[in-house]
């Protein structure tokens, strides 16, 4: 049986990656319109005061979705014959709700705790930052297209991640599917700069919105995780607690400038250099 006969292969690389992009653009399309658009109605909505790059960023941010999406479609379809043998099941029973449920549950709490310790190790190695993390972040001010705006090494580790734990669990195609459509909409929406009262999103437990991550884009420090802020409550890197510091730091600069005599801001500074995680951004 040759590749294209075989309809596991149909299910998973093929139609998740069909699922995976059609969702991210049904959900980051009318999201990034209403960055570019602005309307003065919704303005109370919008977490920052600096306006979205909408405008001169779409084609920029268009071509990175295409070409991230593409070359990781083309890394999962390289990989099948070794992801098939690991029991994703693409049978044609279909998983009940609950199972479902459940599955993403599960899926979250563990794709959210490895996404943490990655993205905390892109922001604590200078080198990991500079050569590939750094790309996501000349984002400040989120739009939902720029979610993908990232590294292609970047882009690969997170969906690598994502698919991750289904296939390790043996999870059936359509829970994938479901799981990677929840996946896009969470990355639309927590890019959107947005938080619009009426986001069916806000009725999962734990999710904050879109303030969390936009946070982050903005303070460049702090709220790492994905989704589940609880991490960050239980490692001390809330984007509140190391704005904090980092404004600290900046009083360790101005008092350096006017001559002042040395401030506990000056270790702050010292630290936040060696880590290269000089503080900018603050909205
Ligand atoms: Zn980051
Ligand atoms: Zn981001």
Redesign the pocket.
Known sequence: MTLLDDPAFWRFPVTAQLVSMGVFLLAAGPLTALAWLDPARLRPYRLQSRCHAARKQVPKAALYWLGNNLLMFALVVLLWPWLRELGVDTSARAPSVLEVAASLALFIVLDDFAYYWM?RG??AHPVLYERI?KV??RVVTPWALAAHTMHPVEFILTGALTLLWPVLFGAHVVTIWCWVAFRQLEAADGHSGYVLPWNPLHLVPTYKGAGFHDL??AR?RGN?AGFLPYLDRLFGTQAEALGARAGAAVAAIESAVTGASSTAGDAELRAARASGEEPRGAP
Do not use: N, S
């Open positions: 993205h892109f922001h993390h996501h972040h982050h884009h460049f790492y």
